[in-house]
């Protein structure tokens, strides 16, 4: 029994069993301030709504531990969904559509890497000046205006759902994160992703290559993006330019909330699912409670700092466990 209380303890669900217990807690308080919250519709809907944040946190998650960041993901998928729409509209199949949203998604990854990688520009300002110009080029090839999308075939993958109750997106969305939950955990790829963020001087003595990984992860944030993008197209019926502004920053924020170290080397997909159930809760908690915007702005502004300050503990606690581990074993 010790011993497998030991394990438990051990466990990546032991760490995260205070987020967990945080966002049972969350669900309760909104529950009794709103009755009609803690409904399967409403439960659905948050579900749903995670499906445009949860695929670029996914792809987040990967960049942070590795020690990178994408600021362009919103504007990749809002670009994503006002391609597709008019490619659609002028009578393209759905099938060829989503692999060319794909493939520029890919390529806006390698835009991304090769900024960082060849003229070495910090993560933040390259993908900054990317989400620029992939803003620019959505509002750019729909004239500013929201292209509609009426191929039934490509709505029923944004609005579909299976035995009736669980939304398509959901679904998609649960498989990827247990797909990119396996390759970071269990796969020599997603375990270099450690070693890069914990230092990559010595991931290149350990013979990984930063940038080629570098390039594989901008890669798979930009597919992702664009994934997201695609679906929330398909959901809204119409590709907007100005869609999934701001985006990348409820991302980051789940990610980190979810126990992803800033300074990376440190994270889990698990956290990530956890810490974005919480803030899309307490977003739409805040909403039918007839919230103000600019006052839900700083409530997630508050939280974002919440998760930063928690993640300097963390680090904070981790280090002197190192040091501790190293002066018993002299």
Known sequence: MAAVFDKFKKSDFAEKITLIIAFIILLIVFSFLNPN?????NLMNILVACSLMGFVAIGETYLIIAGQIDMSAGALAAFAGVFVGNLLKAGAPPAAVVVLALLIGAAVGVFNATLINIWNIQPFIATLATMSIIRG???IICEGK???ISNTTFINIGTGRVFNIIPLPVIILVVAFIIFGF???RTYFGRSIYVIGGSPYAARLAGINPVAARYKLYIISGCLAALAGLLLSARMNSGQPSAANGVEFDAITGVVLG???FTG???TILGTLIGMLILQSFNTGLVMLNVQVFWQNVAKGLL???ALVFDFYRKQRQERKVLTESLNSE
């Open 37 to 41: 919250y803690f409904s399967v519709v």
């Open 137 to 139: 080029f959505a509002y």
């Open 146 to 148: 929201p292209v509609s």
């Open 183 to 185: 390759i970071l955990a």
């Open 259 to 261: 126990g992803t170290a």
């Open 265 to 267: 080397g440190v994270g």
């Open 304 to 306: 974002l700092v919440v």
